[in-house]
């Protein structure tokens, strides 16, 4: 059983359970194709997403999203090590110096971010019409705003280290702890719920 | 019968507790 | 040599010497290390139950492959004449059971030696909590073996020993006393005897094997699959935190940080190892089938062991704490370092794969 799409209904005729921004779409209604969904379609129609979806070479489906998960093992596995710390499961590892980090980490969220692109370009109907999708995006979204939160106000404390964690660099590591298990969970579940099942 | 959306992740926050759980008693025993 | 370790019942025939034989030897001496108080031999011990605990696992995955390769891959079952259902079932669940055990045993003599380096002793826990897992896992191991014998072992099945005897006793009495009994069999073929207990057996239903129930489980629950897969996502994030930041300090990043303190990390990656070794079973026991026929699989499973071999080193070794704060790791600290990372990047990829090369499922 191949799991990989078999692309949107003939006819371009779409049940939406939601409102979709562009469109006539209300709720649960039956519309035809419009300038939003027809937008989208383009995108998936180009050859490379096309390429992507169908061609069943290993390179294409199948290694981008392996390089999305290696960016994702690599992304949430620092990540992790450095909010655990700060929710003082290490007490032993100094956090200043895991600042050295943070090139991978970037590294690894734009080899997400374009492999999520070329992924959701191949699929960009059935994802975008999909809340789950929204739902991860969300996630990501608020993991990088605390992100950055992180690495400026925790990582900025010149008393880093030199005294216990402030409950704010607490609250800001579960959160991100809590964003990026929404993204993962979010994510897997994109191959179960939403519209006819894509990628 | 609760839709997967909601099961999934009931589940997989159940699962990340007791794990969180099982990190702190590990950690606790290190350093008792 | 490639045919040969492309038979799955070979691979199985040979690695279950390990969690038997070498599980003996380590046993040995682990008993031997409580009556001398020698604190090496405890560790030797204690490492051997962690790579036995780890081979293990590729022993009940075996199993079920060489289950497949009997059965066969058409619909008509190809099990030969001699050999049982029944008896299979019993032996996958004893299976499942010691090899839980045994997963529990290698875990706290990992804890142990891990605990071990920081506190410069083997903590006081250890060795009787080590001893009363090993010793049941021990005989968990025991009667799998025991039951795997008889699969193919007809002569040792009492059930059919039964029989056989019941059938030898006449013989014997109608070659003492010729004629005193009529229709009396002229030998007793053992496959006689084993139709005799497999009609009898026939009618009610068949045992069924914890693994087969645990399986049912896990595919008669729609949230179970993707539930399983997002907690294995978290278990492999938990397990690269420790594989990057312990093994990229060895590396020569964050050189600041002596080993030591990056040490503490191995816990939580062992944690991720734990959830995945959990949830991966619980993946192989629901759809065996898209496992056993799939030769990426296998590769994952040898990759996982030779993660098993990188992390036994590093339990033993002590060549990583020479990376004091500011220092660089010693060479053969950081080949095992580059080898960890490239090793469990090989484990994802496989793992990845599978639905894409061997068999699409």
Redo the contacts between chains.
């Keep these: 059983m191949e799991r990989w799409s078999h692309g949107p209904p003939k006819g371009g005729h779409y049940r939406c359970p939601l409102p979709v921004k562009g469109s006539r779409y209300t709720k649960l209604d039956v519309v035809e194709s419009t300038g939003f969904m027809a937008f989208l379609q383009t995108i998936e129609n180009l050859g490379f997403s096309q390429w992507v979806k169908q061609s069943g070479s290993l390179w294409a489906f199948p290694g981008i999203l392996l390089m999305h998960t290696y960016g994702m093992a690599i992304l949430v596995g620092v990540i992790a090590g450095i909010d655990l710390k700060i929710l003082g499961l290490v007490p032993a590892l100094p956090l200043a110096p895991m600042r050295k980090f943070f090139p991978l980490v970037w590294a690894a969220f734009w080899v997400n971010a374009i492999t999520g692109t070329m992924l959701l370009m191949a699929d960009a109907s059935t994802k975008l019409t999909n809340p789950d999708f929204g739902v991860k995006m969300l996630c990501i979204v608020l993991a990088v705003i605390t992100q950055r939160l992180i690495q400026t106000r925790v990582f900025g404390d010149p008393e880093i280290d030199r005294r216990p964690f402030q409950s704010q660099a607490k609250m800001l590591a579960a959160a991100s702890l809590v964003c990026w298990l929404g993204a993962i969970t979010a994510g897997r579940l994109l191959a179960y719920v939403g519209s006819a099942t894509g990628l | 019968m609760?839709?997967?959306?909601v099961?999934?992740?009931l589940?997989?926050?159940a699962?990340?507790l007791v794990?969180g759980l099982?990190?702190?008693v590990?950690?606790r025993s290190?350093?008792a | 040599m490639i045919d040969f370790l492309s038979n799955t019942s070979h691979i199985h025939l040979l690695l279950n010497h390990v969690p038997t034989t070498a599980f003996t030897v380590a046993l040995a001496l682990f008993v031997i290390a409580l009556f001398t108080g020698s604190e090496t031999l405890k560790k030797t011990g204690f490492a051997m139950f962690f790579v036995i605990a780890a081979v293990s696992i590729a022993t009940y995955t075996s199993g079920s492959a060489a289950e497949a390769w009997l059965r066969g891959a058409g619909t008509a079952s190809a099990l030969p004449a001699h050999v049982l259902s029944d008896v299979i079932r019993e032996h996958e669940d004893a299976a499942l059971w010691a090899t839980v055990l045994m997963a529990v045993t290698g875990f706290f003599s990992w804890l142990a030696l891990w605990q071990s380096k920081t506190v410069r002793k083997l903590p006081s826990w250890s060795v009787p909590l080590v001893l009363v897992l090993a010793l049941l896992s021990f005989a968990a191991m025991s009667r799998t073996a025991y039951l795997g014998g008889h699969i193919n072992h007809v002569e040792i099945r009492p059930d059919v020993v039964a029989v056989h005897k019941a059938c030898e006793a006449i013989l014997d009495e109608a070659t003492k006393r010729p004629g005193s009994i009529p229709d009396a069999p002229e030998g007793c073929p053992w496959q006689s005897a084993v139709d005799e207990v497999a009609k009898a057996t026939g009618t009610p239903p068949p045992h069924t094997s914890t693994a087969r129930a645990l399986g049912d489980f896990v595919i008669g629950h729609t949230w179970m699959w993707p539930t399983l897969e997002t907690l294995h996502f978290v278990g492999l994030s938990l397990l690269f935190t420790t594989v990057l930041i312990v093994n990229l300090r060895l590396l020569g990043m964050i050189k600041v940080v002596p080993y030591a303190a990056v040490y503490q990390l191995l816990p939580i990656g062992m944690l991720g190892f734990a959830i995945n070794l959990v949830t991966g079973m619980l993946f192989f026991v629901g759809i065996p089938s898209q496992y056993n026929a799939n030769p990426v699989f296998y590769w994952k499973i040898v990759f996982v062991l030779l993660a098993g071999l990188n992390t036994t080193y590093f339990m033993l070794a002590d060549d990583a704490w020479r990376a004091r704060a500011g220092q660089s790791a010693p060479p053969r600290a950081r080949v095992a370092a580059a080898s960890a990372i490239f090793i469990w990047l090989a484990v994802l990829y496989c793992g990845h794969m599978l639905p894409f090369i061997g068999n699409a499922f």
Excluded at chain 2, 2 to 5: D, G, H, S
């Design positions: 609760m839709p997967l959306w099961t999934v992740p589940i997989v926050v699962g990340v794990t099982l990190a702190y590990i950690d290190n350093h």
